[in-house]
């Protein structure tokens, strides 16, 4: 299957819908990575590695769901995520290696820095993707 096709899917599903009024939360997703991703290196200095790494997760999540926030979707299912980032992004600001990364961390493994610094590319990429979606509009 193509990503337009697996898109096209995911919306007849119950985890991904159109929502333009979604794009008013990006901010506030995109805040939250930003949270996530300095608690998460709170909780690796404090040698809690299970909570930094879920919240390293996190913060890629909320970087994640802002990216489709902010193409119009709103968004229940971390598969159809993906579909979302893939056909709107990946090759636009994100690639093959950022979405490798996006489903690495989802395993909540790795040491810490590996996870701070995939968390902290992947949150940097959402914020460059996203001043130019608002710059285009």
Known sequence: ????????????????RRDETKRNDVDRELEGAHELLALARLSFEEDDE?????????AMFRAGRALAY??????????????????HYVGQGLEE?????FRQAQQLVGPPDTAVERAQNFVQKAVTLLRQVAAAQ
């Open 1 to 16: 299957m193509t990503i337009q096709a697996d898109l096209e899917r995911c919306l007849r599903s119950p985890y991904l």
């Open 97 to 101: 290696a950022d979405m490798t990364a």
């Open 70 to 87: 902010a193409a119009g979707y709103d968004v229940d299912g971390l598969r159809c995520l993906e579909i979302v980032l893939w056909a």
């Open 50 to 58: 299970a909570t930094g790494l879920k919240q390293a997760w996190g």
